[in-house]
């Protein structure tokens, strides 16, 4: 069993998305944290929990909770990992991408040698222009201009994890707190492995990884970190999800960040091949009518949130 574990907030325009594009890849269970959402995140989460497509938990956060840590160990309580083979955590602003013959998550973990215990991919990240504002629709049909992939930007590593129950938690990027004696083995994006030294904090070597070694070929994940101004200053605005709440940290999504998002010169819609399958299973999904209620809701609100964050902001 392949499960995907998520915490949102204020996102809820890109949820069937990531959703239906996840389901496609072949992920069993999508497990999903919301907390202090104003933009009907919840109220899509409800109703996707209902029909079975996800499963939702509405946290209630305590004044020094961080959002996504707290949110991971609450899924893993309310929902458990019994029986879950592998378990990735991805934010809804990252799809992952198999480049194998199948296109499938099962097709890229059946190539990891039994001895392997995390898939470690890199990113390739979307860029963005100054001028543009949010519409609805899918993200990746709506960005298609990417970086380098050895540009520094792309060495974040997301992980996909064997047996998690063999860890204590999860964070954004890995597990942590393996609970066993070792050894601990990863592959990369290429099927290369190295081993994970356990007197190294994990995060050390499964946050980041140099761009001269980035591997993409069998697998990697697109992110679009700041999709238009508008919809970026709506993010900088919720706060950090690996913050607690006024942590002064959340200031690192401020103009200067978005500017380095600009500029992506290099066309790549190689995760369209997904397209038709991704947009049926949205299809699908959208012939609930709480779904498709939920969904337009989501929109009005996000879109009346975006407008009035636009007049105050300068796209000179």
């Not at 991408?97 to 998550?105: A, E, R």
């Not at 081993?195 to 995060?203: N, Q």
């Not at 066309?267 to 939920?294: C, G, N, R, T, W």
């Not at 809701?297 to 796209?315: H, I, P, T």
């Amino acid at each position: 069993m392949h499960a995907l574990m998520t915490c949102v907030k204020n996102e809820g325009p890109f949820l069937l998305e990531f959703v239906a594009h996840h389901l496609v890849l072949g992920f069993d269970r999508i497990m999903m944290a919301s907390n202090d959402c104003t933009d009907g995140t919840d109220d899509l989460l409800a109703a996707l929990h209902q029909e079975g497509y996800v499963q939702h938990l509405d946290q209630q956060l305590g004044p020094k909770e961080i959002p996504q840590h707290a949110g991971y160990a609450k899924l893993r309580a309310q929902f458990g990992l019994d029986g879950v083979t592998w378990l990735a955590v991805l934010d809804v602003d990252e799809f992952l991408h198999v480049s194998l013959p199948s296109g499938k998550v099962q097709d890229l973990t059946l190539r990891a040698p039994n001895d392997v215990d995390i898939i470690a991919l890199n990113a390739l990240t979307y860029g963005t222009d100054l001028g543009g504002t949010w519409q609805p629709g899918r993200v990746c049909a709506q960005f298609t201009y990417r970086f380098g992939k050895r540009q520094g930007r792309n060495g974040a590593l997301k992980s996909l994890t064997r047996d998690p129950q063999r860890f204590r938690g999860n964070h954004n990027h890995h597990m942590i707190g393996f609970t066993q004696a070792g050894p601990l083995r990863a592959m990369r994006g290429d099927g290369s492995v190295f081993d994970i030294d356990l007197e190294t904090p994990i995060w050390r070597q499964l946050r980041v990884k140099r761009p001269t070694v980035t591997c993409h070929d069998w697998a990697h994940y697109n992110h679009y970190a700041v999709k238009t101004y508008d919809s970026f200053a709506l993010r900088r605005a919720r706060g950090r999800g690996a913050r607690a709440a006024g942590e002064s940290e959340n200031l690192r999504h401020n103009d200067d960040y978005f500017a380095t998002h600009i500029g992506a010169s290099v066309f790549d819609d190689s995760i369209s091949v997904y397209a038709p399958a991704v947009e049926a299973k949205m299809a699908q999904i959208l012939a609930h009518p709480a779904i498709a209620q939920a969904q337009a809701k989501s929109e009005a609100l996000y879109g009346a949130m975006v407008a009035q964050l636009r007049e105050n902001l300068d796209f000179g």
